[in-house]
């Protein structure tokens, strides 16, 4: 088999890819995206269940290197759907005419690094073999759905669908008895919906999640004009902050949730659900890591639940019994509302486990219930999901499977000792999901481009961390998120939700803004962590 020689080899067609594609490539460089899906969107490819939206505010959840890109598109929602946003990837694919350099139908299957040629070589299940000086991941951090692995899931005589992976052709609910299964962010966006048409809805929730009320509505030419207006200061602010949005920021109050009476701080927070922001954690210093204060911060949650869920039992049901920041909470629009419904029953399934799925249904310890449809929205392999599914072989032929059994090993989530020139986009130890996804995907792609400019300029022909900095980088990713409760959830921050996984909390707890700053500490000090092998510059045109 002929191989292809590219310069960059970019993996998927995501927000991430898509990006890193036009920076290569204005920068001169041959360019191939490989894409195992069937058009471009990454994430919002597959997840095309109903009510599919992203919670960053549409004008925030976009990307800022265009001007005229982010005056063009009008977002129609607040919180635009999954149709809108994948339009809007569709339209900024189309209108940089990156289409060309995009292979779709394409699942890499191994990337091994040959020292002598310090080229990677990427093999394609479809038989294709690439060579490359760079290899550069943009697979995402939640592209890979975790398989229900449930007893007698192939004998099920209904549909069968998963969030994460929804089909094209439309799935009627009209008639029908439908089950959930999961209610995490994805369960909590597709019930509301399902529960519009579904003859009868059960949801079979084992955990239940913390769901702020949030307000969506359609966007006039008002806002987006002011929008515009500000855009520069609304951008300067995500990217200086910690969660990479400009416009959403609550103005914390600085102090102890404990500094307030109790009628005073519900206030607080039943004036800022008002106003249609969800963050109540940013009101007050002491919610993500001491109990009394989450404890305050939870009554008032419980209370707003009751007041919403007519049904006392089913209320009781819903109210989560972990810390408010231990886990990432929802936004709702209509999810507690949608249990007030005749047609929607909550079964708890963590005290009456599911033992199986029966050709007619889900049958747990107690009872078997019948459905016509079974529902997963039961999560992802997160964050190294992508990366595992790869047989990736650096330097000596280690595996990155080996070397990062006991939980990833990822200098500033960028790049991996012992894998030269290979970069992550938003890979574990950066900001990544912990921030405005977009805004981590634009810093980490302008600082490959960066530092792939700082190679060539320098005939730098291998770059990849030193180890002694990737141990002090994955040490501290691991000690400042400690004392927080998002360290200790069991939730797919830490890969506690797939059997097996290392419990490492993976993203960085730092804030985009600091991590920012960090990188570009090292870009401009000219890159002194990295180790690098000077040779004659391989390029492919
Ligand atoms: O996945 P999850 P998700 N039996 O892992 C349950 C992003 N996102 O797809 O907690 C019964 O959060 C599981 O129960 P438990 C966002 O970053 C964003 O919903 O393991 N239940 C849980 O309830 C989010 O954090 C947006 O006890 C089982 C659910 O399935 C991330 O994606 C929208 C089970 C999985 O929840 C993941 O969210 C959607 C079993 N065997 C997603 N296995 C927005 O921007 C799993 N569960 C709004």
Not at 6 to 24: N, P, S
Request: hydrophobic share 35%.
């Amino acid at each position: 088999m002929k191989k292809i020689s590219v310069d960059a080899l970019v993996i998927g067609a995501g927000f991430a890819g898509l990006y890193m594609l036009l920076k290569l490539r204005d920068r001169g460089l041959n360019v191939q995206v490989l894409e195992a899906a069937g058009d471009v969107g990454g994430t919002w490819y597959w997840n095309r269940y109903p009510g599919a939206r992203c919670d960053v505010i549409s004008v925030e959840y976009c990307y800022s290197f265009s001007k005229e890109l982010q005056e063009e598109f009008k977002w129609p929602e607040r919180y635009s759907g999954q149709p809108d946003i994948l339009k809007y990837i569709q339209y900024t694919t189309e209108k940089f005419d990156l289409r060309k350099n995009i292979q779709f139908n394409t699942k890499v299957t191994d990337a091994i690094y040959n020292e002598d040629t310090q080229l990677w070589q990427v093999k394609t299940e479809e038989g294709q073999v690439f060579e490359t000086t760079y290899f550069i991941m943009g697979t995402g951090c939640l592209s890979v759905p975790k398989e229900p692995d449930f007893k007698g899931i192939d004998s099920f005589n209904g549909e069968f669908y998963l969030t994460g992976k929804w089909p094209h052709n439309e799935v009627s609910f009209e008639g029908k008895r439908v089950a959930v299964i999961g209610t995490g962010s994805s369960g909590v966006q597709v019930i509301p919906e399902i529960a519009k048409k579904a003859t009868h809805l059960t949801v079979l929730q084992r955990t239940p999640s913390y769901s702020i009320p949030g307000k969506n509505f359609p966007l006039d030419d008002t806002y987006l004009q002011d929008i515009y207006k500000r855009y520069d200061e609304i951008r300067h602010k995500a990217k200086t902050g910690t969660r990479g949005v400009g416009l959403t920021n609550v103005q914390g109050t600085g102090k102890s949730i404990k500094e307030f009476s109790r009628e005073e701080a519900f206030k607080m927070m039943a004036e800022t659900i008002e106003k249609g922001t969800s963050t109540l954690s940013s009101l007050f210093n002491d919610v993500k890591n001491d109990p009394e204060a989450d404890q305050i911060i939870r009554e008032f949650l419980y209370e707003m639940l009751d007041k919403i869920v007519k049904d006392p039992q089913t209320a009781n049901l819903l109210k989560p019994n972990y810390p408010l920041l231990s886990k990432r909470y929802s936004l709702g629009l209509e999810y507690l509302e949608t249990y007030n419904r005749d047609n929607v029953t909550l079964v708890d399934v963590l005290n009456d486990p599911i033992e199986e799925i029966t050709p007619k249904g889900v049958k747990t310890k107690n009872t078997e219930y019948e459905f016509d449809m079974i529902v997963c929205a039961t999560g992802f392999d997160g964050m190294t999901g992508a990366i595992s599914k790869i047989n990736i072989e650096g330097k000596n032929a280690v595996k990155l499977k080996s070397k990062w059994a006991a939980g990833p090993r990822a200098y500033l989530g960028l790049m991996s000792n012992g894998y030269p020139n290979m970069f992550t986009i938003t890979g574990p130890g950066s900001p990544s999901i912990l921030a405005n996804a977009v805004m981590s995907i634009e810093q980490h792609v302008e600082w490959i481009d960066q530092c792939i400019q700082h190679m060539q300029t320098n005939n730098i022909a291998a770059l990849e961390p030193k180890l002694e900095e990737e141990n002090k980088w994955v040490q501290h990713v691991t000690d400042i998120a400690e004392p927080f409760f998002i360290s200790k959830g069991n939730s797919w921050y830490l890969g506690g939700n797939i059997p097996g996984k290392p419990r490492v909390f993976m993203p960085y707890i730092g804030g985009l803004g600091a991590y920012t700053d960090i990188c570009n500490t090292i870009a401009a000090t000219g890159y002194q962590t990295f180790s690098k092998k000077t040779a004659l510059m391989q390029t492919h045109k």
